[in-house]
């Protein structure tokens, strides 16, 4: 299918959707699930401006392969220790930025809230989305989904993907 | 009631009444009057601070802006390639001089009334000093001389930067001792390249990671994705030793030293062995071998702000910057060497999964030292117990000791003072 061919509005809503999930999935710890929104040769980072702003490589979270968005939620699971807490991400709109045949790229700004069991919410990372969506199998997929974050006082730790 | 301290002490003093090990009172980490003396005496006293990687501030007119404790300082390359250590905070009436964290300037500027520094930290210019047509200026004796920004002695080992606001401290080599200075050697071997910076926020005293970080016994134990998967074991070779003075540590360990059937035997009682975990993309743990010496692991700590290591093929710094007795930043600066390929580029990327903030086997240290500044903020008369290794401030040929804490603390309490201190 030739992404570039589909009406703008139809794009901004298979996006939007897409992007409203994944911020579902992790905020109501389906983790499991989470992988599944990526295709298997995907990109995903979670980096900081201050690194993207100097073109300095270093994320705090690069995976490379669906396997090591697993990876990283069997490590959570079975591996690392961390304050227990809840995300909250909230979502501005999308901006699609660019529609190629097979792949569209959207900027959209987030804010995620976590909670501890100290039961106050905080800002805990604030940035954007730069996302490459593909249509696979019959699916909107991310090809490539950075977060570009400014908070780059990361508070305690960070465990959970943003 | 049951006094449980007695109770842990007693089990271990069987045949000397004094016990054994070290206990320190926890108000240590909660204190204001710890925080302020420690400032004074260690931060601003007779150590070398780690502020910058030369590679940081390679051209003239660089400057970083970093903290040595909480005192703002600046690190500047100047047109002759020498490097300067100033406190950031004008003659004037002290604002913050460099407001960004690192540019490149041609001299340093104050914007609050635009008074103007070498980048030495000397005063070149004072806006107004003659005052407008005869009226006001500064008082005719005025000397720009005597005005300058607080100079720091600076010293740079292999790339890295230190600077004292101690005129008695003996030379950064002879601070750190011949085995803290051939480590740091082997590491910084060559020119590197900067990779990124991460930065954590932990809500705990920085004590407790230097601590953490001076403790092989809880590597195995907490961090349960290095033992998973064989990258660090209690089991494997490795030492835990301090230079002379017992300020520092190098604590190492070779991961090719595995024995999983002698590994099954002795975690069996632990939860931290759990060897049905693999990896769907095993290329995170596929490096390469990079030193001829074998060693996988690293952790130079480096008193009292720094921590140099080596995690297979990850390269850090990681720098202490305290923001008040129960949190401080933690400062990540990742780097390679020059001469990297574009696979070793891509290894180290993908290595750094392992370390920083959200580092799998390193995440763990923020949380750990939050447990304890949340468990012992109330209780000023408790202490802790430090015995693992025999409770002397010994060297170990293993990775079962805490000698090396208690290292720290000899040096701590020599510097700051501890019991007198105690309210
Ligand atoms: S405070 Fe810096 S010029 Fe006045
Ligand atoms: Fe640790």
Redesign the pocket.
């Known amino acids: 299918m030739d992404l570039s061919t589909l009406p703008r509005t139809e794009l901004l809503r298979e996006v939007t959707d897409l992007i409203a999930l994944h911020a579902e999935l992790i905020d109501d710890d389906q983790l499991e699930a989470w992988p599944d929104l990526f295709v298997e040769d995907c990109h995903y980072s979670v980096l900081p401006r201050e690194n993207a702003d100097r073109g300095l490589p270093v994320a705090t979270i690069f995976c490379d392969s669906r396997g090591m968005l697993v990876d990283r939620i069997v490590s959570l699971r079975r591996a690392n220790i961390f304050p227990v807490h809840h995300y909250r991400h909230i979502i501005s709109t999308s901006r699609i930025h660019e529609v190629r045949s097979d792949a569209i790229v959207a900027h959209t700004n987030y804010l995620v809230l976590q909670t501890r069991n100290t039961g106050r919410s905080f800002v805990y990372n604030a940035g954007k989305y730069v996302d490459e969506i593909v249509f696979s199998s019959g699916k909107f997929l991310f090809r490539s989904k950075k977060a570009i974050f400014d908070t780059d006082l990361i508070d305690t730790l960070m465990v959970r993907p943003i | 009631m049951l006094n449980v301290q007695d109770t842990a002490v007693g089990k271990v003093s069987t045949d000397t009444e004094e016990p054994i090990g070290c206990r320190i009172p926890y108000s240590v980490f909660t204190d204001d009057a710890f925080y302020k003396a420690e400032q004074e005496h260690l931060f601003r006293g007779p150590t070398w601070n780690f502020v910058a990687l030369e590679a940081e501030v390679p051209n003239p007119g660089d400057f970083k802006s970093t903290f040595i404790g909480d005192t703002p300082v600046v690190v500047t390359r100047d047109k002759d390639q020498s490097l300067h250590v100033v406190v950031n905070r004008?003659a004037?009436?002290?604002?913050t001089v460099c407001r960004a964290r690192q540019g490149n300037v041609p001299h340093l500027e104050?914007v609050?009334?635009?008074?103007a520094y070498e980048l030495n930290g000397d005063l070149m210019g004072v806006p107004f000093r003659r005052g407008i047509k005869g009226k006001g200026g500064m008082p005719a004796d005025f000397d720009l001389k005597q005005h300058g920004l607080v100079k720091l002695r600076v010293e740079a080992l292999n790339g890295l930067v230190f600077a004292t606001f101690s005129q008695e401290v003996e030379p950064l080599t002879d601070y750190l001792g011949p085995l803290i200075t051939k480590h740091v050697e082997r590491i910084m071997c060559r020119p590197i390249k900067i990779l990124g910076n991460q930065r954590q926020f932990i809500h705990g005293n920085w004590k407790l990671y230097a601590e953490n970080t001076r403790d092989p016994y809880h590597a195995s134990l907490l961090h349960l994705f290095h033992n998973t998967f064989g990258l660090y074991r209690s089991t494997q070779t490795g030492e835990c030793l301090m230079d002379e003075s017992k300020r520092h540590s190098f604590l190492y360990s070779k991961a090719g030293s595995n024995d999983a059937a002698r590994d099954s035997e002795v975690y069996q009682d632990s939860r931290s062995f759990d060897t049905s975990f693999s990896l769907q993309d095993p290329s995170l743990l596929a490096g390469r071998s990079e030193f001829p010496d074998g060693i996988t692991l690293v952790i130079l700590a480096l008193y009292p702000n720094l921590i140099l290591q080596q995690i297979s093929n990850t390269l850090a710094v990681r720098q202490i910057v305290t923001h008040g007795p129960d949190s401080f930043e933690l400062v990540w600066t990742q780097f390679g060497y020059a001469d990297d390929d574009a696979e070793m580029d891509a290894i180290r990327l993908k290595q750094s999964n392992l370390i920083g903030p959200a580092g799998m086997i390193s995440m763990e240290d923020g949380e750990a030292v939050e447990i304890v500044q949340q468990a012992v903020s109330s209780d000023r008369k408790a202490r802790s117990y430090i015995a693992m290794g025999g409770g002397g401030a010994d060297d170990a040929d293993h990775l079962v000791t805490e000698g090396a804490i208690i290292g720290f603390w000899q040096n701590y309490r020599e510097m700051v003072g501890i019991e007198e201190r105690v309210s």
């Open positions: 004008c004037h009436r002290g604002a104050c609050y009334h635009q008074w």
